[in-house]
């Protein structure tokens, strides 16, 4: 079992709330990943983060944002959710090392109403 | 830009028997990693077997093994004596090595189902 965690596992919102999708590692990687899945399954890089003070956009632009304050935690925020934001959201993380693996989370299904 | 290509949305594989998913991939790079991942319904992805491109001897991992063929950029997983379990959505990905700042790249992933 990998010690990455996220919160929540399921949430259901209202058009326009802010949200924010929590995740925390405890294996003190540096490396961090925000993916979106889609109903076909496919994985969309939309954030990630080599060290504390630094993110960078993935390949699918996103409206959400990220910040990395501290090694272990990597929140993702959404400050006004659409329906269009409806969708699985899996946070990862690895160590330096090239040849080193990911670690998944448990995915945060989010739907927006 | 490195591209993963799964070309079987789906796939199915009777109890013990033996399945192979097919992964190829695009990059001008010599060095790389190429990786197998794994996510069970409503489970957490994991890995499966992981392939230095350097190393010419197929990666295995129990029941689970590659044919790394690296001319061909072609990375299949084979399984072997299939069990229920082994139903998920496998993801075929690739890193270089040639940059410390390059994130996984995913294929499209290859639903296997198991039949009892």
């Known amino acids: 079992e990998a010690d990455i965690y996220q919160t929540p596992r399921y949430l259901v919102i209202g058009t326009g709330k802010k949200i924010t999708l929590e995740c925390s590692q405890t294996m003190g990687h540096d490396k961090m990943y925000w993916y979106q899945q889609d109903p076909g399954m496919e994985l969309h890089l939309i954030h990630y983060?080599?060290?504390?003070?630094?993110?960078e956009k993935g390949d699918l632009s996103s409206e959400s944002t990220v910040s990395r304050i501290r090694t272990e935690h990597f929140p993702l925020t959404l400050e006004s959710a659409r329906p269009s934001h409806t969708s699985q959201y899996l946070c990862a993380s690895s160590e330096t090392k090239l040849r080193a693996e990911a670690f998944f989370g448990q995915g945060t299904r989010l739907t927006v109403v | 830009a490195q591209t993963v290509t799964q070309s079987q949305p789906e796939m199915s594989v009777q109890e013990a028997e033996t399945v192979t998913l097919s992964c190829t991939y695009d990059?001008?790079?010599?060095?790389?990693?190429l990786f197998w991942y794994k996510q069970p319904p409503s489970r957490q992805m994991i890995l499966v077997i992981r392939q230095e491109a350097y190393k010419q001897q197929n990666a295995t991992e129990n029941r689970f093994s590659v044919n790394f063929q690296k001319a061909a950029k072609s990375f299949s997983l084979k399984i072997s004596d299939s069990q229920l379990g082994d139903a998920a959505m496998y993801f075929c990905?690739?890193?270089?090595?040639?940059?410390?700042?390059?994130?996984?790249?995913f294929g499209k992933g290859t639903r296997l189902s198991v039949i009892a």
């Open positions: 990905a690739y890193r270089s090595a040639h940059s410390g700042n390059t994130p996984l790249v």
């Open positions: 990059t001008s790079e010599s060095d790389y990693y």
């Open positions: 983060s080599y060290g504390v003070n630094s993110t």
